[in-house]
């Protein structure tokens, strides 16, 4: 299988709904972006962080990493798609089509 194959590559979403009521969520909340940000995530909505990975094995590092820094409240999803999936992802602001960015896309040389 070709190395660098669109079914191949993966992007891994972390998508999160946290409380930020009290200053100790605010301050959770603050730390899981940031930790989500060290590890090479972007944003690409609001809540929503993704992760250009060339491996399903390289995406399950990151998934194990985000998973040793969750939060103690809220809900976090963890979804790994190909980059054929997410080449078809359709964005619109209000009605108006917008072309999808490839946020973080990294380059190897090896």
């Not at 200053?23 to 250009?52: C, E, P, W």
């Not at 190909?82 to 089509?97: A, R, V």
């Not at 072309?99 to 040389?109: D, I, K, R």
Request: charged fraction near 25%; glycine fraction near 4%; hydrophobic fraction near 40%.
């Amino acid at each position: 299988m070709d190395r660098f194959s669109e079914y191949r590559i993966m992007w891994v979403l972390v998508l999160f709904d946290l409380p930020t009521e009290t200053k100790k969520d605010k301050k959770a909340y603050a730390t899981f972006r940031k930790n989500l940000q060290k590890d090479g995530f972007t944003m690409f909505q609001f809540s929503i962080y993704v992760r250009h990975c060339p491996s399903s094995e390289n995406a399950d590092v990151h998934i194990r990493r985000v998973k040793s820094f969750l939060p103690d409240y809220g809900k976090v999803g963890i979804m790994c798609i190909t980059d054929k999936q997410f080449s078809n992802i359709m964005l619109f602001y209000g009605k108006k089509p917008m072309a999808v960015s490839t946020p973080g896309q990294q380059l190897e040389l090896f």
